[in-house]
């Protein structure tokens, strides 16, 4: 990739993505333990505990119910799915954050069985908090749906789609890395957790776009059948068949190829 380029993207990804609120990106790690927490208050919620340190973060947990709420309708209608049980979600300064999760640097939040965002005295509503809390929301629905069995780039990919990010304007970027030949979207199945910020950068981007085509192709309708497929107990490539009608192998060579016009 042209050094102007990579400079491009990588001030686009710390301009975009490193926001006050939201250091870089916000994270699935599958089956991650669940560290100790820290002596919380409980604000609840119709479908929701939110956790949260301190009486001064009462506003802040306030908030941020009132956004699960919202989230819960409007992904849930996307999905198709509403939880009958409250998800825990739990509210962190920035330094307890990190102290808990042991997440990357470039982690802006995380969900690991539980939603947990660093967002401690925030008192109002931006654009940036809607997008983690409509995220970390995603995250739950798509681990109760495909069993936790979900791969890093769909759920990745799902969860940016749902909280309003799009790839087009990266699109010059994806071509090149098309071209290259280098993407397999078997790499990106496993944790991002070990990439650096440009690795992080290009990994959720690539999530993103495969997701966006497979809405585009297929529907909104068929990510969910390929997550539900996995919580069902059928491996990607099975779920991908019978979901979409067309192998993994051939998904992402048309993928590609859309990218590469």
Known sequence: MPGAFLRLYRAAFRTVILSALVSSAWLFIPGAPLAQEPSMTVKEAQHFLVRFEGSDNAVSGHLIGLLLEEAYHKVGADLAYWPAER??????SEKTFYDVTKSPSWAG???????????????????????????EYTHALVHALSAGRAPTWLNEGIAQYEEGREAGAHKDYLRELAAEGTVSLKELEGPFTALNPDGAFRAYLLSLSATEYIVREFGLSSVKRVIEGLGQGLDLEGSIRSSLHLS?????????????R
């Open 87 to 92: 998800i825990e979600a739990f509210l962190y």
């Open 109 to 135: 939040a995380l969900y690991d069985g539980r939603i947990k965002i660093p967002a401690g005295g925030v008192v109002e509503r931006t654009a940036d908090l809607e997008r983690v809390v409509f995220h």
């Open 248 to 260: 993994y192998e051939d998904l992402e060579e048309s993928w590609l190829g859309y990218l590469r």
